[in-house]
C-alpha cells in the first residue's frame, strides 16, 4: 500500500499516534521521494520499538481505511 506522506499527515501521526516516522526526503535534503519509511529509534530499547512499530501499523490501517 502506498500513500503520499506530507507534514500534515507526519503531524497526525505524532499527535494521534504519538509515533515518529518520515520519509527519507523529509530528513535529508539530498534524498529523493520513494516508498521507504525511516523509524527514529536509536534511544528506545527493544520492548520500545515494538510499541512504536504497533503505533505505527495502527497508522499505516487508518490510511487504507481512507
Do not use: K, T, Y
Not at 527519507?24 to 527514529?40: E, I, K, Q, T, W
Not at 505505527?56 to 481512507?66: N, P, T
Amino acid at each position: 500500500m502506498c500513500f503520499a506522506v506530507g507534514g500534515r499527515l507526519l503531524e497526525h501521526g505524532a499527535r494521534e499516534h504519538r509515533g515518529l516516522w518520515a520519509p527519507p526526503h523529509h530528513v535529508s535534503a539530498d534524498a529523493p521521494p520513494c516508498n521507504v519509511m525511516r523509524l527514529p529509534f536509536s534511544h528506545l530499547l527493544p520492548d520500545g520499538i515494538d510499541e512504536v512499530l504497533d503505533r505505527l501499523a495502527a497508522f499505516v490501517r487508518e490510511q487504507a481505511r481512507g
